[in-house]
């Protein structure tokens, strides 16, 4: 199961456009603690939280069971997800909450590498325009 991200490689090359399980995996393996969580259960943890998300960015707090969303709050602590909130008034005046889980997509990126985004990579600040040939601003 994948879902829809940028991530990188510590040396700046694309690892694709999904984070997959092994990302995930990796992502909870590093952020538990020093000696990390075993594979076996980093994965089946990330297996857990990729099923609710299938294939969208977030989805919605209603569709955890109490045991499901103690997992969420742990990763939560972890930095891997986040919640956001939306408010909205019903028909008859009253306000109503909607909660959604999110993966925090830089965070993941930072525990797979071990590296912020944006960090200098072999001591060169990288940006995505130095990949860029300069011709390709001329027009013909």
């Known amino acids: 199961m994948n879902i829809l991200t940028k991530l990188k490689k510590s040396e700046g090359e694309s690892i694709g456009t999904t984070l997959t399980v092994e990302h995930l995996t990796k992502a909870i393996k590093n952020s538990i603690d020093k000696q990390g969580m075993p594979e076996e259960e980093a ?30 709050y742990m990763l939560e602590d972890a930095g891997i997800l986040m919640t956001e909130r939306e408010e909205t008034t019903l028909y008859d005046g009253r306000e109503w909450r909607i909660h959604y889980w999110m993966f ?37």
């Open 104 to 140: 925090r997509k830089e965070r993941i990126h930072e525990l797979i590498t071990g590296k912020k985004i944006g960090e200098l990579v072999n001591g060169v600040d990288q940006n995505v325009y130095d990949e860029i040939p300069d011709d390709i601003w001329s027009r013909e």
């Open 43 to 72: 994965r089946a943890m990330a297996q857990h939280v990729m099923n609710f998300f299938g294939y969208s960015e977030r989805i919605i707090d209603n569709v955890l069971e109490p045991e499901d969303r103690d997992a969420f």
